[in-house]
């Protein structure tokens, strides 16, 4: 597309030279109001613009009209529904979930003196429509129809203090750099469509997926299209979701698989825009004090996490990749022999008789007897995790199978042998998709490859992938264009629901996501280098995921990929033991890369690592309070300061500092110069490690941090539950025998 010189044109995907065949439609006052089952519609009559970058109204062109339905979810949250294509308002999609304490709540509408208020059954005013002030476009030599946008203002949650309005946002009438409500077609045919919000000049946006960005996301125009993020220093993004948290403390969730953007005080500083490549809006405005009521009732739509297994909390252990039951098997016994406490072993893509050509399928020479395999690690204190991904290949002997019976994508011609991008990651000719829009590959997915391996003792599959689907092939159930951003939730809940079935644990380990998939837990953030921008960049996504709803998340320790060489470069130590020190302060925590992982590969930090992994099984006890915690509230266990200080502006902007669970302050060291500046929000805080006391509410600069230790922080008065004893496997604990470790007036912090 050719950028134009103005921001709503290149917002909206026009170039007006070249723009013959589109027309963009601006949404005027509407012209009825009425009540209708409960819900609130709205006549919006929409005006035909000229193409041209003072938007004149195309006088000769007829009105088209189309109904915004509202409707209230309960006494905290309000839909906004419009459509051009004649989509329909459910309750019930693959995204939503709505909690069995949702209802919906009648609507009524009043009027006086040309305002329309709207409120529900208790009186709380929902939302407004000023229909006085009809401006009349001057600037038109055509007068009849004034050219004055819906004067429209929500209250999600019925608190007048927070109004969220239409933006109708223009430096003079005709000039628009953001339209309230908009749509465009092509050839006559609606195409896509516009709604924008009135944002603040110092307010603040988190959230929308896994964002490798700073805090605060003004300023920035979000793709929501999931891709291979390749790496976690950029735009790209494995896991986009269409909800944000504004710091004016509301939440906005855009029901929508299609491919959509998002600015956030971007193409114009005053309105947050939104646009949708389906001429369809479907918005749900969310209320709350905090953002945990905000994510707790975005979660009351979307759906809640269930609680994963203790042993997932665990160590995983995994490199890309184990090639044989030997090579595993002399692993897992040293890592007993020597006490490093680890309960997941994971084998990558080296487990089928050809590295990464995946067939659900043990390479039989080189793990001859995988029943057996599997059931002398458990004996061991270890579960089995394996890799595979949802692309059959031209030589998998599934092929001919997902053909005939149409379990795969199917090239939309006949000749058509491409990938569609799916393979972009291997060599290996990926000919298909497989397309759980069919029930009936679903099932095959389920029974015929994965439950065979869950029956042998596997409790874990990680659903690699998913971010890509083969474009260029049709599938039973959606374009796939409409099916590329939600692919990833069909796929992990096909594998959660098998894992769950055979192993009574609902679990996966999944790279890409959309709303919803934080039901199937649990998600990491995908190939980071193995460096400090790396390890940043990785917790920065892990916070914006936290605020997108997601109550667990992962990385890989220390790191994915080497550097310079991709797959053999030698790792730095001391990013190793850092990177070590965050992940036992995060949800899960694996070891996973290109190169060697385990730690006696790197002896002089190897002793600092075991007490560092000890660490992590004495803390088990919280970690589990603090998980079961996550999964009834709109909290994660890996929490923003924003969470609990959004009334601090500081805390909007600090993106390398991070609340675990309750107790929990965490400050990673992200550099090779042992020392870092630490804010810590208003009060007294205690080391957790020194017991020193120090004041919050400002700065502490160059703080000194011994390559042993990482700044961690307790309230004076917690009570830290703890396991009292050193355990090789979670097998071993017993969460009886928890203690609680008392920050009292005398604590001098922890010995471990």
């Given amino acids: 597309m050719k950028q134009t010189n103005y921001h709503l044109f290149d917002f909206m995907d026009f170039d007006t030279e070249l723009s013959k065949d589109e027309a963009l439609f601006k949404a005027l006052r509407p012209t009825a109001i009425i009540e209708k089952q409960g819900d609130i519609e709205i006549t919006i009559p929409f005006r035909k613009q000229l193409l041209q970058e003072d938007m004149e109204a195309d006088m000769k062109a007829k009105l088209e009209h189309h109904k915004l339905t509202l409707r209230a979810y309960g006494y905290g949250m309000l839909r906004v529904f419009i459509t051009m294509t004649g989509d329909e308002m459910s309750d019930t999609s693959d995204m939503l979930c709505l909690h069995e304490s949702i209802s919906h709540v009648p609507l009524h509408v009043t009027e006086e003196d040309g305002i329309y208020t709207i409120a529900d059954d208790k009186g709380n005013t929902r939302c407004t429509i000023d229909m006085n002030d009809p401006v009349i476009d001057h600037w038109s030599d055509l007068q009849p129809a004034p050219q004055t946008a819906p004067f429209i203002t929500f209250y999600p949650d019925g608190n007048e203090s927070k109004p969220i309005c239409l933006s109708d946002d223009h430096f003079s009438p005709p000039r628009y750099d953001a339209l309230p409500i908009g749509y465009c077609t092509m050839e006559g045919k609606e195409e896509r469509a516009t709604m924008s919000f009135k944002c603040h000049h110092d307010e603040c946006f988190a959230g929308t997926g896994e964002r490798f960005c700073k805090m605060d996301l003004s300023g920035h125009t979000f793709q929501l299209k999931n891709q291979d993020g390749q790496g976690v220093n950029n735009r790209r993004c494995y896991k986009n979701i269409p909800f944000y948290l504004s710091s004016r403390m509301y939440g906005c969730f855009y029901h929508t698989s299609d491919y959509c953007k998002l600015s956030l005080a971007d193409h114009s500083t005053r309105s947050v ?14 209320g709350g004090q905090t953002p945990e009521e905000i994510l707790r009732n975005y979660r009351m739509l979307t759906g809640f996490p269930e609680m994963p ?81 949802p692309y059959i290949a031209a030589g998998a ?15 939309t011609k006949e000749e058509d042998t491409s990938t569609g991008g799916a393979s972009n990651f291997s060599t290996l000719d990926y000919a298909g998709t497989i397309d759980f829009t069919y029930d009936k590959a679903t099932e095959w997915y389920k029974y015929s490859l994965l439950k065979p391996l869950l029956d042998m003792g596997v409790v874990c599959i990680k659903t690699d992938f998913g971010e890509n689907i083969h474009m260029d092939h049709a599938y039973h159930g959606m374009s796939p264009e409409r099916l590329n951003n939600i692919y990833a939730l069909l796929y992990q809940r096909a594998a959660y629901e098998v894992t769950k079935e055979t192993t009574g644990n609902g679990i996966v380990w999944a790279r890409s996501a959309w709303a919803g998939c934080q039901r199937y837990p649990l998600h990491w953030g995908g190939d980071s280098e193995s460096s400090w921008d790396g390890m940043a960049g990785s917790l920065k996504g892990g916070l914006h995921f936290g605020l997108s709803g997601f109550a667990f998340w992962s990385h890989d ?37 290109s190169f060697k992982r385990e730690p006696w590969h790197y002896p002089a930090i190897a002793p600092i690592v075991k007490k560092w992994w000890k660490l992590r099984y004495y803390l088990m006890p919280y970690i589990m309070q603090e998980a079961d915690k996550a999964c009834r509230t709109g909290l994660p266990m890996l929490q923003s300061l924003v969470f609990r200080h959004s009334d ?41 490690f020194t017991g020193e006391r120090l004041d919050g509410g400002r700065w502490h600069y160059g703080v000194e941090v011994p390559l042993d230790r990482m700044p961690v922080y307790v309230r004076p008065g917690a009570e830290i539950p703890l396991y009292p004893e050193e355990v090789d496997s979670t097998d071993d604990i017993d969460l009886r025998k928890t203690i609680l470790l008392h920050i009292s007036r005398d604590y001098k912090g922890i010995r471990f």
């Fill in 273 to 286: 825009q939104f646009l949708c490549d389906r001429a369809t809006i479907d918005c749900f405005l969310i």
């Fill in 309 to 389: 297994p203790m042993w997932s909390f665990g160590i995983w252990m995994s490199r890309m990749t184990y090639f044989s039951a030997d090579e595993v098997d002399e692993i897992c016994d040293r890592m007993r022999a020597e006490h490093y406490p680890c309960d997941v072993i994971h084998l990558d893509t080296g487990w089928f008789r050809t590295d990464w050509l995946c067939e659900w399928k043990f390479n039989p020479e080189r793990f001859p007897e995988p029943e057996r395999f599997i059931k002398r690690l458990k004996d061991n204190g270890y579960k089995v995790s394996l890799w595979q991904l």
């Fill in 397 to 411: 002997e599934q092929i001919d199978e997902a053909r005939a019976n149409k379990y795969i994508s199917m090239p």
């Fill in 557 to 593: 320790v220390p790191g994915f990929h080497s550097t310079p060489n991709f797959m053999n470069s030698p790792l730095d130590e001391n990013v190793y033991l850092r990177w070590t020190q965050f992940g036992v302060f995060t949800s899960h925590m694996r070891y996973h890369g």
């Fill in 648 to 688: 601090d502006r500081q805390c909007w902007h600090i993106d390398d500092e991070y609340y675990f669970g309750s107790d929990f302050l965490v400050a990673p060291v992200m550099n090779s110069n042992n020392k870092r500046d630490i804010y810590l929000p208003e009060g007294l805080w205690v080391d957790f």
